[in-house]
């Protein structure tokens, strides 16, 4: 049996303390230490993108990333993105209007690949956009809504919205 480890982490801007095995991954310690369950697990091999964070500003695949390697970073998850007083993310408005979704279960993993790459200034065209997001899986399909709803946040986030 492991000793557990306590680690401090900056989760959606409020500093948590968890005690855990130091075999936990932040994917697991996110949905069933903290009840963060807005990050899906899929596939749990790091194939599908469903369970994208953002730790210390790059977007990671928590089900890959081992709790206690954010020791002290900050974390973003999809319950992070919007403002305090509940105003949605650039990139969560888009995915409403552009009805990029439909079952919903890789939406989260999408919106935090999607605001990673904007801000990774990797949403100039439709084939970069495409590229980028690759790493996540849309079972439904979605994936041109997607790439509209990306393209249309860009341009709002750019102030540059037509």
């Known amino acids: ?19 855990i095995d130091p075999r936990v991954t932040l994917l697991d310690a996110l949905r069933e230490h903290l009840q963060l369950t807005g990050t ?9 993108g469903a369970c994208t964070v953002h730790v210390n500003g790059q977007r990671v695949l928590s089900c890959l990333t081992l709790a206690a390697q954010a020791q002290g970073g900050k974390v ?5 993105l919007a403002d305090k007083q509940g105003k949605l993310h650039p990139v969560q408005s ?3 209007a552009n ?10 993993g ?8 904007i801000k990774e200034g990797h949403a100039g065209s439709d084939a970069e956009i495409r590229e980028y997001m690759s790493g996540n899986l849309c079972r439904c399909g979605a994936y ?13 986030m750019s102030g540059d919205a037509s």
């Not at 899906?40 to 599908?48: H, L």
């Open 144 to 156: 041109p809504h997607i790439v509209e709803a990306v393209k249309q946040a860009a341009a709002e």
């Open 99 to 108: 009805d990029a979704f439909q079952c919903g279960y890789c939406t989260p």
């Open 40 to 48: 899906k697990k899929g596939c749990d091999q790091g194939q599908c």
């Open 1 to 19: 049996m492991s000793e557990k480890i306590t680690l401090q982490l900056m989760i959606n801007n409020e500093t948590q303390h968890l005690t």
């Open 76 to 80: 973003t998850t999809i319950e992070g």
């Open 94 to 96: 888009c995915f409403m």
């Open 110 to 117: 999408q919106i935090m690949s999607a605001v990673a790459c």
